[in-house]
């Protein structure tokens, strides 16, 4: 394709195409815009999983790390979405930012982050959110919610000092390592801008698509 050509009747999205090798550069150039426009959580993105019968399942997380291969979020290794990832090892990402009008979609494979990365980010977090990764069986039934307010009394107890709460065993991270990212940007009369990273091996090769 001669990218010399092609022209966008938006500024930003044109230009990023032409200079951007790789969809993380981007990546991190909209979070930075959506982080000045969002009223909460710019970080926050719909994560797609399918179970072992092929049922499809969507859930808002939050991005809490990001490398020039990974997007890496943290959950409770027992909950839906990780049992999920465990047996189909492949999901969607999905980031909307309604303030700015823009989308990126994101897929690829799931690993585990290492232990260390996980212990880093886990100690960086308060104090009560350390303790409701011990408290809160992720996804199982409870009688009331009075149920899970005592088991937070209890790992107060068993956890006193805000310094010295560890990681449980079941808590950690996941970082899928994209293979196709796509942005998105919308246009008058639903005329929108479409631009896709697709990795061939080691490189990036970029397209862009009909709205």
């Not at 065993?169 to 940007?185: H, I, R």
Request: net charge positive; with cysteine.
């Amino acid at each position: 394709m001669n990218q010399k050509k092609y022209k966008s009747n938006k500024a930003g999205l044109n230009s990023c195409f032409l200079n951007k090798k790789n969809p993380f550069d981007l990546f991190k150039a909209w979070m930075a815009k959506a982080k000045k426009t969002e009223i909460n959580d710019p970080n926050a993105l719909a994560l797609a999983t399918v179970n072992r019968k092929k049922q499809p399942s969507v859930r808002m997380v939050l991005l809490k790390g990001l490398t020039n291969k990974e997007f890496i979020f943290y959950t409770n290794l027992n909950s839906k979405k990780s049992n999920e990832l465990k047996s189909n090892p492949k999901a969607s990402m999905c980031f909307h930012w309604k303030s700015i009008r823009r989308q990126i979609r994101i897929e690829g494979s799931i690993a585990k982050v290492p232990g260390k990365v996980a212990d880093k980010y886990y100690n960086s977090r308060p104090y009560g959110s350390r303790i409701g990764a011990w408290a809160s069986i992720q996804s199982r039934p409870m009688e009331t919610r009075s149920d899970l307010m005592n088991r937070i009394k209890e790992y107060k107890k068993k956890f006193p000092s805000h310094k010295k709460v560890p990681r449980p065993p079941y808590w950690s991270g996941f970082a899928l390592k994209a293979n196709e990212v796509e942005f998105w940007l919308d246009g008058q009369n639903r005329i929108h801008e479409r631009l896709r990273y697709k990795r061939l091996g080691s490189r990036w090769v970029k397209e862009i698509l009909y709205p």
